[in-house]
């Protein structure tokens, strides 16, 4: 069992950055790979970025790539979403997820543990 945490989400114009965090309690938060996925009003939840493990591996969305980046602190429980040049259709719910000995996976279905989420709003 683990216990997801998102951070970080608020309002922001248009070409500028946030930083989601997602902190981790429970289990070893190594043997997780983790996601961020994001929701907006009306559409389904959909796949951003994973990592992997030992942070080897990450995946990303074409709309995010050179944009965000996915990254862990496996000392700290905790897995970040660097997000630059923020778009309005960024606008959305975020939330981290954890896969029980995952590779890092794009497949809502293959993950275990879900946060609460975080708004993201991007201001046009």
């Known amino acids: 069992q683990v216990q997801l945490v998102e951070s970080g989400g608020g309002l922001v114009q248009a070409g500028g950055s946030l930083r989601l965090s997602c902190a981790a309690s429970?289990?070893?938060?190594?043997?997780?790979?983790m996601g961020w996925f994001r929701q907006a009003p009306g559409k389904e939840r959909a796949f951003v970025a994973a990592?992997?493990?030992?942070?080897?591996?990450?995946y990303y969305t074409d709309s995010v790539k050179g944009r965000f980046t996915i990254s862990r602190d496996n000392a700290k429980n905790t897995v970040y979403l660097q997000m630059n040049s923020l778009k309005p259709e960024d606008t959305a719910v975020y939330y981290c997820?954890?896969?029980?000995?995952?590779?890092?996976?794009?497949?809502?279905?293959?993950?275990?543990?879900w946060g609460q989420g975080t708004q993201v709003t991007v201001s046009s």
């Open positions: 997820a954890a896969d029980y000995l995952g590779l890092g996976s794009l497949k809502i279905n293959d993950y275990d543990y």
């Open positions: 429970g289990r070893i938060f190594s043997i997780y790979a």
């Open positions: 990592i992997s493990r030992s942070s080897g591996i990450t």
